[in-house]
């Protein structure tokens, strides 16, 4: 699984913990919750080293930001800037099988979209 892909995952990860379920299934959950956690806070991290390293920046130093909050890309540095965040999002994320949902674990809830499932495929066996 990659990063990308599990940060992909949010809002139905968000979504599934919301609902009461069997005792495995919820302890699994909390599991792959807290390695979700655990990467999107390097993602934050990693992303926050590739802005600081692609930023324009003003004359005083400070990272130049839009009116919509949109950070300003040095203009020789945009592809750089690019290549690194696909870099970063296809990084390969090592998940136990253990913490992989069953099919039958879904089908007791009335909560998910094809969308939700369509996330959650490659954590799904």
Do not use: H, W
């Amino acid at each position: 699984i990659t990063l990308g892909n599990l940060l992909n995952m949010k809002k139905t990860l968000e979504k599934l913990n919301e609902v009461e379920t069997n005792f495995d299934f919820a302890y699994r959950l909390a599991k792959i919750n807290k390695e979700y956690v655990l990467n999107a806070d390097f993602y934050d991290e990693k992303y926050k080293d590739i802005v600081n390293d692609v930023a324009e920046r003003d004359s005083n130093g400070e990272i130049i930001v839009s009116e919509k909050g949109i950070v300003k890309i040095q203009e020789s540095r945009e592809e750089d800037a690019q290549k690194k965040l696909n870099e970063l999002v296809s990084v390969e994320i090592s998940l136990d099988d253990s913490l992989k949902i069953k099919l039958d674990d879904l089908k007791e809830l009335n909560c998910l979209s094809p969308k939700d499932i369509m996330v959650l495929e490659p954590i799904l066996e």
